[in-house]
């Protein structure tokens, strides 16, 4: 599946991504990160990491 295909479900990120392992081929993520407690950020990267294909792109944007 696409990345941009994908519906848009709302979700808890403190929680596991509600999708299979290695199912997507690209995530991006904007003004996310800086607004979870660290252990919570590096649990969702672990599961973004997770969640992509090998070899997928994982984009990050935070402020500064």
């Known amino acids: 599946m696409r990345f941009w295909q994908a519906k848009h479900i709302g ?3 403190r ?3 509600p ?3 290695a199912v997507f081929e690209g ?3 904007e003004h ?3 607004h979870l407690p ?3 950020a590096i ?3 672990a599961e973004v990491k997770r969640v992509l294909k090998p070899g ?3 984009r990050i944007s935070v402020p500064n």
């Open 15 to 17: 929680y596991p991504l």
């Open 43 to 45: 649990k969702l990267l």
């Open 56 to 58: 997928s792109v994982f």
């Open 32 to 34: 996310t990160l800086e």
């Open 19 to 21: 999708y299979g392992n």
């Open 38 to 40: 660290s252990r919570y």
């Open 27 to 29: 995530a991006f993520s």
């Open 11 to 13: 979700h808890d990120l």
